[in-house]
């Protein structure tokens, strides 16, 4: 069965280090659209930092951001689906991961927001391309009647890891627990990640889970690449998400993207 969708992580997956797409992956997406291949993205970012790159790509489907908790169309922004962590759960987990002394985000739709700007802010902002506001976060949730996207917590990953099993036996049940990368554990509401929302989008365009192909590199990924027809990990994931996933292609910075499609889409020698 061909491959009619393809969806692709961005940082460390579409994205080399330099947070740019490389010309041979830009060729073969287009290549793959023009054979009526649907092609989007599914990333942990929020709507706003995702945007430049599927406008650079051309993507004609809704992308999914904060790891599936939001569907939004790409050119009109308009939302065709939103999971919330509920505003007093939010208001109860920040107080809990401030209290022992972790750097938070939290995001509505659009806006990031954290209590007090630091060389982590600092680094997120330049990575993502977006604008961190500094506000209460108790006080800004609280204002929130329905609730927020994501929270991020920031660490090194020894202290995150440490921090899960805390956070599982408190939580576990409202939130989803994640890491795009070894730094960053991130919560979602506890029904949506990728592959959920990759499911939802691909039963809307009327495609099989076998026609189906998802690219990605961290944790995150997992539930696409586990969901897809054909999973693909990136060369530069680690050894328990290639293990996970029916094909290895090549690292970020050696066009891993391209190879896949250019390979199990397009039917091309590499």
Known sequence: MSIRLVAMDLDDTLLRDD?????????????????DVKVTIATGRMPVSTRPYALQLGLDVPVITYHGAMIQQVI???ILFRRVIP?????????DVLSRGFYAQVYLKDRVITSRFNELSEKYARISSVVIEEADLVS??????EGVEKILLMAEEADLDRLVPVLKQGYGEKVHLTKSKPYFLEMTDTS????????????RLGIAREEVMAIGD???DLEMISYAGVGVAMGNARQEIQAQANIVTATNQEDGVAEAIERYVLGEPV
């Open 218 to 220: 961290s944790f995150n």
């Open 76 to 78: 009109s922004g308009e």
């Open 87 to 95: 505003s007093k759960l939010a208001v109860e987990i920040i107080r």
């Open 140 to 145: 800004t949730i609280s204002q929130e009647p």
């Open 19 to 35: 947070w740019t797409i490389s010309p041979r992956v830009v060729k073969a997406i287009q290549k793959a659209q023009a054979q």
């Open 192 to 203: 949506v990640n990728k592959g959920v929302a990759l499911a939802a989008l691909a039963e």
